[in-house]
Nanobody
Framework: QVQLVESGGGLVQAGGSLRLSCAAS???????MGWSRQAPGKQRELVAR???????TYAESVKGRFTISRDNNKNTLYLQMNSLKPEDTAVYYC?????????WGQGTQVTVSS
C-alpha cells in the first residue's frame, strides 16, 4: 500500500498562497492522485485530482485558484493554492483514487484568516 505524507500547511491571510506537498512511498505508477479537504463540521470533499496521463479535475469552489501537479521522479504530488479564502480553511489530505483500497495521508491544516 502507498504511504502518503503531506506538508506545507499553515496560517495565511485571505488572498495569499500556499503550496502543499505530498511525498509518496511505494509504487504510484499509473495511479490517479487527489487532494481532499475537510472543514470542521463538514464532509470531506475532493478538491482536485490528477490522472497518471495528466488530466485534471477541480471542484467548482477552487477552479481557477488551485493547481494540482505531480513530479513522478520525486514521487511527489503538489497543490498550489492561490487567492485563498477563509472558506478554504480545512485539513487537506492527499489520497489515491480508484484503487481497491485507497491510501490517505495524515492531513495538513490550512487556516485562512480574513
Amino acid at each position: 500500500q502507498v504511504q502518503l505524507v503531506e506538508s506545507g500547511g499553515g496560517l495565511v491571510q485571505a488572498g495569499g498562497s500556499l503550496r502543499l506537498s505530498c511525498a509518496a512511498s511505494g509504487n504510484i505508477f499509473g495511479i490517479t492522485m487527489g487532494w481532499s479537504r475537510q472543514a470542521p463540521g463538514k464532509q470531506r470533499e475532493l478538491v482536485a485530482r490528477l490522472t497518471w496521463g495528466g488530466s485534471t479535475t477541480y471542484a467548482e469552489s477552487v477552479k481557477g485558484r488551485f493547481t494540482i501537479s505531480r513530479d513522478n521522479n520525486k514521487n511527489t504530488l503538489y497543490l498550489q493554492m492561490n487567492s485563498l479564502k477563509p472558506e478554504d480553511t480545512a485539513v487537506y489530505y492527499c489520497n489515491t483514487l480508484f484503487l481497491p483500497v485507497d491510501s490517505w495521508g495524515q492531513g495538513t491544516q490550512v487556516t485562512v484568516s480574513s
